[in-house]
């Protein structure tokens, strides 16, 4: 046997055991990332299935109320989701997302199409007001302005882009809760004036409340909302048939919509629980 044959032959056993190691661990690889691609798909097929029972629901509950279907908006809030489950939802037939959060609604807009109507719905500080516009093209309603301060800071950034007019709604304290922002309901008038009249850039268009976490109050929010409503329509000279009611979320939107919502806001039922990074241990 010669020297190079002394030298290789002891090596191959090891080398076999490597390429053996290797062929494992890529299998193992290979494995997960089809388990996480398949988990991935079904939860994004179970939403886009979920958006369809929510959507015949608002028709049934919109029904028994004696309204057009047509009339009630679904607003599919995907806090927490991934973009790839919202492209699902999209490609199902849905045009209408919200968000709560200024940076997640800023990252997630520029992955998806530019026909999608976006809603803001989450609290909204006055620092936040220039980064959302200019990071969100097709922004389309605002449903959060509780103060007149907010409302100047959005009406002042929609003329600096010379974008069109940028629909509103005025939120509304309607559960009288501290933790709860919204304008109180004695106040809603005076702050729809405000935007109506002062507000070139913003059109307003309605209201918006948050009912209590354990809706035990619910149909007397959703009840102070609609009396609301037609306080600032007798006050504004607006037609009730142009005054959006944003009421009615995952676990009312059909006693919100008999009770006269025209904008649903439905997350968990269509998207599942949300999803929040784990704090770490300390």
């Known amino acids: 046997m010669s020297n190079l044959e002394e030298q290789v032959t002891p090596q191959q056993p090891n080398q076999s055991k490597a390429n053996e190691h290797v062929a494992s661990t890529t299998a193992i690889a290979t494995s997960d990332t089809s388990a996480s691609m398949a988990t991935s798909s079904a ?71 530019e026909d999608i109507e976006w809603h803001f719905i989450g609290n909204l500080q006055s620092n936040k007001v220039k980064p959302l516009l200019n990071g969100v093209p097709s922004l389309g309603m605002v449903e959060s302005v509780d103060d007149e301060k907010i409302a100047n800071h959005l009406d002042r950034a929609v003329g600096n882009l010379g974008r069109k007019p940028l629909k509103v709604l005025v939120q509304v304290n309607t559960s009288g809760e501290t933790s709860k922002f919204g304008v109180e309901p004695s106040g809603c008038v005076d702050l729809a004036r405000h935007v109506h009249l002062n507000c070139p850039n913003l059109e307003f268009a309605g209201l918006m409340t948050i009912g209590m976490l354990d809706y035990t109050s619910t149909p007397e929010n959703f009840k102070s909302l609609a009396n609301c409503k037609n306080e600032v329509c007798n006050a504004l000279g607006i037609d009730v048939e142009q005054c959006e009611l944003s ?27 949300r999803e929040y990074p784990k704090k770490p241990s300390n």
């Open 43 to 113: 939860m994004e097929s179970v939403a886009a299935a979920a958006l369809r029972s929510v959507l015949n629901r608002v028709g049934l509950a919109a029904e028994r109320a004696n309204r057009r279907p047509d009339r009630v908006k679904v607003v599919a809030v995907s806090k927490t989701k991934p973009v790839s489950v919202l492209r699902q939802v999209y490609d199902a037939g849905h045009r209408c997302f919200g968000e709560n959060y200024v940076q997640e609604l800023i990252d997630k807009s520029p992955q998806l199409p």
């Open 247 to 273: 009421m009615g979320m995952s676990a009312d939107f059909e006693q919100a919509i008999e009770m006269g919502s025209t904008i649903v806001r439905v997350g968990s039922t269509i998207f599942g629980a």
